[in-house]
């Protein structure tokens, strides 16, 4: 059946480092959107892709969208402590129904050392 | 303030009780979903709803059940037959026709089964 994969599953970081994660579909997608989870938390949007090869950016955050539409990853820059939760990957189910039918990636957890 | 309100936040449960989750909205949204999220994992589509007094199964719903008698309100009704309903349990809910098809969440609600 159709799958989302993300890599890596947990990711520690000092501080200033960098981090990247990123997430393969098993179908081309539509669309891919991204979600962030704080501990204890509830997911919330962050950004929605449309276009082969599309790259988008948000302060120190960089989304991009593969040319075959089935892969994404996404960066940020200079990690700070208010970046730490769960980053999910999230695509269309490819059977339809609503548009908020999604399947998501089993996330990247990502905890920032100061 | 518009936005999805759950609840309970909190709620334990004896093997063999139903239990329902509420989940309100005032976004004026037509669509509405449960996600369900396990440790670890992606959230996964239990049910949704895309017009009043209709919804579809998503790929987890047995031992669920739902209902959409107004459009601000889709409660979850976790019954006896799911075999292992201990989860943090997310609605959500999101424009339909026009927009990005983003998932607008409640801050959850946490089941465990005693």
């Known amino acids: 059946g159709q799958q989302v994969m993300q890599i890596p599953q947990y990711q520690h970081v000092q501080e200033g480092e960098d981090f990247t994660t990123y ?6 997608l539509s669309n891919i959107q991204w979600y962030k989870q704080r501990p204890g938390g509830h997911p919330v949007f962050l950004i929605q892709l449309v276009k082969s090869g599309e790259v988008k950016k948000q302060k120190r955050l960089t989304f991009q969208f593969g040319e075959a539409k ?3 990853s996404l960066h ?22 609503s548009q908020g039918n999604l399947i998501f990636g089993k996330g990247t957890k990502l905890s920032v050392k100061p | 303030d518009g936005g999805i309100t ?9 093997e063999g009780q139903n239990v329902t989750l509420s989940c309100e909205q005032n976004l004026n949204h037509d669509a509405m979903y449960w996600y369900r999220q396990d440790p670890g994992q992606g959230l996964r589509l ?10 579809q199964k998503g790929d987890i719903a047995e031992g669920y059940s739902v209902s959409r008698e107004k459009k601000e309100s889709f409660p979850l009704t976790v019954t006896s037959a799911q075999k292992n309903p201990t989860a943090f ?8 026709g026009r927009g990005t098809g983003e998932l607008f969440f409640g801050e959850g609600s946490r089941l465990t089964v005693l």
């Open chain 2, 89 to 96: 349990y997310l609605c959500a809910s999101s424009i339909l």
């Open chain 1, 23 to 28: 997430c393969n579909s098993s179908t081309t």
């Open chain 1, 70 to 72: 089935k892969n994404s």
């Open chain 1, 76 to 97: 940020i820059t200079a990690t700070q402590t208010t970046d730490v939760g769960t980053y999910f990957c999230a695509g269309p189910m490819n059977y339809g129904g």
């Open chain 2, 6 to 14: 759950q609840s309970p936040k909190y709620l334990f449960r004896k």
């Open chain 2, 46 to 55: 239990i049910y949704y709803s895309q017009i009043v007094n209709d919804f």
